[in-house]
């Protein structure tokens, strides 16, 4: 089995959905840009892939395939050994899913759905963030899943990995909603960032 790091999903996704709701323009002559979550497919039903026999809304489905990609690329990148690599992070949440304890990682990819969905425009009770904040999520001492604090250089190495992730499930393919996932990536920066 594939070692996931939780502390490392859930610092990826802290570090993208805080402020992913687009702005009302109280301008009535404007047109309203829809948000982030009704571009990546809104509460469209679809089969979910990962379910069957279940339905789920296609703007949930988008951000939790991202997710899952970025958490196998950060994964991937904790195996390499390579220098720089995330893997201080998520100490605490691998040793769980080495010990043969999924339970949490999965909880993560669920919690980091429902904060990027709720974050960008998914209102409805599935979408319901009940997590830390931000500063708290990130914070070893409030959080026992996260092994040290980020620095500058972490977080943008997250952000590629995001980056990534969103390339290859087709959401950089739309320019406009990437530089809008970028933005809100950046917004998150400074809370998530609390190493020199």
Known sequence: MTKFNKGALL??????????VSCNNDDDNEPVTPSIYERLGGTTMVADPDNAGQMIEQGRLSYRKVVNS???LIVADVQSNASGNLSAHFAPLLAEVGAGNTTNL?????????FFSFNTGGTNAVNTYNGLSMAAAHN????SRM????TNADYTKFEGYVGAAAQANGVAANTQLYTDVVAVLES???????AP
């Open 147 to 150: 092994g040290v604090k980020s």
């Open 188 to 194: 998150l920066r400074p809370t998530i960032v609390q």
């Open 140 to 143: 070893p001492a409030m959080n």
């Open 106 to 114: 999965a909880f993560l990819v669920d919690n980091l759905t429902d």
């Open 11 to 20: 610092a990826m996704f802290l570090f993208a959905g805080v402020t992913f």
């Open 70 to 72: 970025t958490v196998g």
